[in-house]
């Protein structure tokens, strides 16, 4: 393989100093890019997309091209894994992911098997094989998967959800259906990472999106032990060949100081903690990712060159005083709504800012 032309990101990742703070966005190939809306509209549908692996790597490649971005990441989606499993995924327009069948009790639970990776979600892997081509060597190529907490509400609910009715009153009644399935996501989900890896892919993230749903008691019974066992038992190399794993929790700020100690190389924060106290708090034993609001993208240039320098400097105060160890991110996904020449900004910004 062709190596690494740019490797700040894995570089800071590993704590090790980089001439400047690397960049990628969640959700940086999307809707709000006029060449992803073109390229849907050939191809159909979102999952249309996804399965057809030359087009999940234009699609991929479509963010590089215009911006001076630090990683890929895959394009694809975190509900593949449940869809292999048999629940049926499908799209609604404006309505977003749902699923032909639910999981509601522990025979629903039983039924469910860890899919095979080269068979069944052989377009996953495939697709990582295309971009690991395709890139060249350009930039770290980033896999990944949802939690199991997070896959296991939407195979519960049905899709997405406001209030997690259904998968809340399940960890109250019947708590053993429910760690039932999560104990089967989270070996969907290490195999899946795995695969991913053995694919090509230099750099593993994790989805807890709803993590931030739970109370603290369930989060700590339903979300942080198989995220733990997640980063305890993926093989991901050792050394400077080892591939690094990320968690990333939206609304999951209390918990950072469990999650620093889970073992994984970086945690992805939201826009809810300020960087500098998460710094301070996991004190060095992780790298941390993040942590702009993603509505700062409707500022206005100014202004997102403000507060991306803010969240640069709240990481360096809260770091020691220096800048290593940071991925610069968005502190969730960006919206379809967000003008592209804004991203521009941003992404010149954090290298300007940060220069060494
Ligand atoms: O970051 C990237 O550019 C990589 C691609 C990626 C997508 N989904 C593409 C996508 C990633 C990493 C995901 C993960 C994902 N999918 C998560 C976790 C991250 C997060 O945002 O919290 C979740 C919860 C999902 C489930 C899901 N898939 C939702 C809620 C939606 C949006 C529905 C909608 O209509 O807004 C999807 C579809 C989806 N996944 C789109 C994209 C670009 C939009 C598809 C389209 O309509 O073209």
């Known amino acids: 393989m062709t190596a690494l032309k740019n490797d700040r990101f894995l570089r800071a990742l590993r704590r090790e100093p980089v001439d400047c703070t690397p960049v990628w966005l969640m959700r940086q190939a999307g809707r709000y890019l006029p060449e992803y809306r073109a390229t849907r509209k050939e191809a159909g549908s979102f999952l249309g997309m996804a399965k057809n692996p030359e087009i999940a790597c234009e699609v991929t490649l479509q963010p590089l091209r215009r911006y001076d971005l630090d990683a890929a990441i895959l394009f694809s989606d975190i509900l593949t894994v449940p869809d292999a499993m048999g629940l049926g995924l499908y799209f609604v327009e404006g309505e977003g ?6 999981i509601r009790s522990a025979a629903d639970a039983a039924k469910l098997g860890v899919p095979d990776m080269e068979t069944e979600l052989r377009y996953v892997m495939d697709a990582v094989r295309v971009i690991r081509r395709e890139l060249d060597g350009k930039v770290p190529l980033i896999g990944f998967s949802g939690s199991p907490w997070t896959l296991a509400c939407y195979m519960v609910e049905g899709g997405g959800s406001k209030d997690f009715a259904r998968i809340k009153a399940m960890a109250l009644n019947e708590p053993a259906a429910l760690h039932r399935l999560l104990s089967v996501n989270t070996d969907a989900v290490i195999a899946y990472l795995a695969a991913q890896r053995a694919a090509g892919a230099q750099a593993l993230q994790v989805f807890d999106t709803w993590g931030g749903v739970l109370s603290p008691a369930m989060y700590r019974e339903f979300s ?123 992404v010149d910004a954090v290298h300007t800012f940060s220069r060494r």
Do not use: C
Not at 97 to 102: A, D, G, M, S
């Open 97 to 102: 992911p749902k699923f032909e069948r639910t």
């Open 224 to 346: 942080l032990p198989y995220l733990q066992r997640i980063a305890h038992e993926l093989d991901r190399g050792e050394g400077a060949e080892r591939t690094p794993l990320i968690l990333f929790g939206k609304g999951t700020a209390a918990y950072l100081e469990d999650l620093a100690a889970t073992g994984a190389e970086g945690v992805g924060v939201d826009w809810l903690v300020e960087l500098g106290d998460a710094a301070r708090r996991t004190g060095g034993k992780v790298a941390l990712q993040g942590n702009l609001d993603p509505a700062t993208l409707y500022g206005s240039p100014e202004a997102i060159r403000a507060e991306v320098k803010r969240t640069l400097d709240s990481y360096r105060d809260g770091n020691g005083g220096s800048r290593e160890g940071h991925v610069f991110n968005l502190g969730h996904g960006m919206s379809p709504d967000m003008d592209p020449d804004h991203v521009a900004v941003l």
